[in-house]
């Protein structure tokens, strides 16, 4: 792997934006609990636990999905009863909120060691808890820390039968696969104990996971131009950088690649190609814009999540570093890019740094 960091840049002009857990098994792993579930756990609601309202909910475009992902909540709060595990809940749910700028709790479902469930995004709700996963993905996190222990029993049977019921309900497809959330991102998640003890015993898991491929629509799909002058190569490839900036008199889009809220990623100069987005920049970087204003509203799921999945597969493919760093393009060039919200949601990914 090399150590050089890659900085994806992201920003937006006018109309566009730029993206660019020691204890053994307290309950024995076996298919058959995952299988054939004939009734599902309780599940405390969300009207039960008190949640606040949330601000935007987007149906999962993948359905039934193909990931579990499991969580711990990481910190040394733990419950063993309905009212303080709800407690828990709407704490998590705040911290999302107010600190995150997220528009609900992130997780489609939590566990407290009271062994009940608590609804968070629910079956068909786009999370906000793995990157590359949200949109293929029921999360489910077990409130408390388990680095260094397990959940206890009631707590390891809630999460069983929550699967199987997911299964049975036509909501996770029978051949699913579970990771936990270190797999998805740089983190600690779901604890060391829980991760190799009972996590990756789990029916399903999957030492290599990969989220679906981004649908990129290619430049002779949407009715591309030809462009005045061919684009020159990368002078680093892969790329370290992405970024992009106002419209000027350039020989072609400057942008490496575009995401419409639709889900769609749409190919500009595309792979290995210097862009005309970012004077510093352009030698070095891939330049995603998202299609839209951003200054007061962050891009939908299917934005993000094309996104997500674009830089994850320009990692896959060698065309972004694996240690590359994300900006927002304010932080390099005096402009408002990528507006407001955008820029908070994005200083809560993987890999932004608050020193380009």
Request: glycine fraction near 10%.
């Given at each position: 792997m090399r150590s050089s960091s890659y900085l994806i840049r992201l920003s937006?002009?006018?109309?566009?934006?730029?993206?660019?857990?020691?204890?053994?098994?307290a309950i024995p792993i076996d298919n058959t609990n995952f299988i054939n579930a004939t009734e599902c756990p309780r599940i405390v609601s969300r009207k039960e636990w008190k949640a606040r309202e949330r601000r935007c909910y987007e149906i999962m475009p993948v359905r039934p999905v193909p990931y579990v992902v499991v969580h711990h909540g990481g910190t040394d709060t733990y419950c063993y009863d309905q009212e303080s595990c709800s407690a828990i809940v709407r704490a998590y749910q705040n911290f999302h909120i107010d600190d995150h700028n997220w528009c609900d709790i992130g997780y489609s479902f939590l566990i407290g060691e009271d062994g009940?469930?608590?609804?968070?995004?629910?079956?068909?709700?786009?999370?906000?808890?793995?990157?590359?996963?949200?949109?293929?993905?029921?999360?489910?996190?077990v409130i408390g820390n388990f680095t260094g222990r397990l959940p206890n029993a009631a707590a390891l049977k809630a999460l069983n039968d929550l699967i199987a019921c997911g299964v049975s309900l036509g909501k996770i497809k029978n051949n699913y696969n579970v990771i936990g959330h270190?797999?998805?991102?740089?983190?600690?998640?779901?604890?060391?104990?829980?991760?190799?003890?009972?996590?990756?015993?789990?029916?399903?898991?999957?030492?290599?996971?990969?989220?679906?491929?981004?649908?990129?629509?290619?430049?002779?799909?949407?009715?591309?131009?030809?462009?005045?002058?061919?684009?020159?190569?990368?002078?680093?490839?892969p790329a370290p950088y992405n970024d992009h900036m106002n419209?000027?008199?350039?020989?072609?889009?400057?942008?490496?690649?575009?995401?419409?809220?639709?889900?769609?990623?749409?190919?500009?100069?595309?792979?290995?190609?210097?862009g005309a987005?970012?004077?510093?920049y352009n030698k070095k970087s891939i330049g995603i814009c998202i299609i839209g204003d951003y200054s007061d509203?962050?891009?939908?799921a299917a934005a993000v999540q094309a996104v997500t999945n674009l830089i994850a597969h320009g990692v896959q493919n060698r065309k972004i570093k694996?240690?590359?760093?994300?900006?927002?393009?304010?932080?390099?060039?005096?402009?408002?890019?990528?507006?407001?919200s955008l820029y908070t949601m994005i200083k809560s990914w993987p890999n932004w740094s608050a020193n380009p």
């Open positions: 937006t002009l006018c109309a566009f934006v730029l993206l660019l857990e020691y204890a053994v098994l009940n469930i608590y609804e968070g995004r629910g079956w068909d709700g786009v999370g906000a808890h793995a990157p590359g996963y949200n949109t293929q993905s029921i999360g489910i996190c270190r797999q998805a991102k740089a983190t600690e998640c779901p604890g060391t104990s829980f991760f190799h003890k009972y996590v990756k015993n789990l029916p399903g898991w999957t030492e290599h996971p990969k989220p679906h491929s981004p649908n990129i629509i290619s430049r002779a799909q949407w009715g591309a131009r030809a462009p005045k002058s061919p684009a020159l190569n990368l002078k680093l490839n419209r000027r008199n350039w020989a072609d889009i400057g942008y490496n690649f575009l995401v419409g809220e639709d889900g769609n990623v749409y190919e500009g100069r595309g792979w290995d190609k210097q987005h970012s004077v510093s509203r962050t891009p939908n694996n240690d590359y760093k994300l900006l927002g393009h304010l932080q390099t060039w005096a402009t408002n890019c990528p507006g407001n």
